[in-house]
């Protein structure tokens, strides 16, 4: 396998480098597709100085082509995804999950392509007990009360756009 290659290429290459720089960062459980590679380029880290003072992405269509340029490149941050989910998993307090059926845009470490890319059964098949058993696992110090609370999760609350607002 080609380095890159395990990284899915952008969806619409014509749209590669027209999304606007901010979006959400979160929401990291799912996703549909890649919509582009970025790398943050920081004047102050010396990147050239093109937006005066200010930091910049570059986009990629490809993760090979952004890992590329990310070496290359002074002042330039490693690649992240921006990717799309048609439905995703919220998490507004820890260990508790909702199912979001609303469209978002979102900037990603690239290494979050790792998790699954969302199917009809990804969402209502989540394992919850597994990961609030991790996020418990990695808490300074929970309490009994929130290690028994987290560790009993079930199931996904499912709500669509008009009934969440992160």
């Known amino acids: 396998m080609k380095k890159g290659a395990r990284f899915p290429r ?4 014509s749209r590669v480098g027209k999304y606007r720089a901010s979006w959400y960062a979160g929401g990291r459980f799912v996703w549909d597709a890649v919509l582009e590679y970025r790398v943050w380029c920081h004047p102050e880290r010396g ?25 290359e490149s002074p002042g330039a941050e490693k690649p992240l995804a921006l990717i799309l989910q048609k439905e995703y998993i919220a998490e507004p307090v820890p260990g508790q999950y909702a199912h979001v059926k609303k469209r978002r845009i979102a900037e990603w ?4 392509l790792s998790r699954p890319r969302r199917t009809k059964n990804t969402i209502p098949d ?4 597994q990961y609030a058993q991790k996020s418990t696992r990695h808490s300074a110090r929970p309490s009994k009360g929130e290690a028994n609370t987290t560790l009993h999760l079930t199931r996904i609350q499912t709500v669509g756009a008009s009934e969440y607002t992160p």
């Open 47 to 71: 990147a050239p100085d093109k937006e005066v003072g200010n930091d910049y992405y570059a986009a990629f269509e490809s993760y090979a082509g952004a890992l590329r340029f990310s070496k």
């Open 109 to 112: 470490p690239v290494a979050f």
């Open 126 to 129: 989540f394992p919850v007990a």
């Open 10 to 13: 952008a969806i619409d290459p």
